[in-house]
């Protein structure tokens, strides 16, 4: 697909952006998103020094969006390590199965928009970086 980059252990995916008196974004499910969406969650009002994530999902696959502000996120496949810095609304970053991550250095306004392959599971966490 076009509007997907290889970055270094992962893929970035750029949605439209549509300009109209402001500006209008959208994702879909097998088209613009590479999976059936099944779940969305966002993360707000992170302080600044926090770090969340540090686990992988054995099976769910997430794009991560940034929606407003802006958030570093840690991408590990177990052999190389990738900082990746979301800041455009429209720029979404691939978290694939298997891939050990952390999110940190939330700005203030940052509102993280996830969208998942699969509902909620703990089981699907991998929360142990040896395992
Ligand atoms: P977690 O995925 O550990 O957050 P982060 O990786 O951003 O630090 O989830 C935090 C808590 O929220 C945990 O108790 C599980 C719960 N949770 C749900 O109940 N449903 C969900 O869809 C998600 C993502 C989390």
């Given at each position: 697909?076009?509007n ?10 750029e949605i439209p952006k549509i300009k109209d008196e402001g500006f209008l974004s959208f994702a879909?499910?097998?088209?613009s ?32 969006f940034?929606v407003k ?18 800041s455009e609304p429209n720029k ?40």
């Amino acid at each position: 697909m076009q509007n997907i980059t290889k970055t270094k252990i992962s893929y970035l995916i750029e949605i439209p952006k549509i300009k109209d008196e402001g500006f209008l974004s959208f994702a879909e499910g097998d088209r613009s998103i590479p999976f059936d969406i099944k779940r969305i969650y966002y993360i707000y009002d992170v302080e600044n020094n926090v770090i969340r994530g540090k686990h992988a999902h054995k099976k769910t696959r997430q794009v991560l969006f940034c929606v407003k502000g802006s958030v570093k996120v840690l991408l590990d496949n177990g052999d190389v390590r990738e900082e990746i810095f979301l800041s455009e609304p429209n720029k979404g970053i691939l978290l694939d199965r298997m891939m050990w991550h952390t999110m940190h250095e939330f700005s203030k306004d940052a509102v993280l928009l996830i969208l998942a392959s699969d509902y909620y599971e703990e089981k699907d966490y991998i929360r142990d970086y040896q395992e």
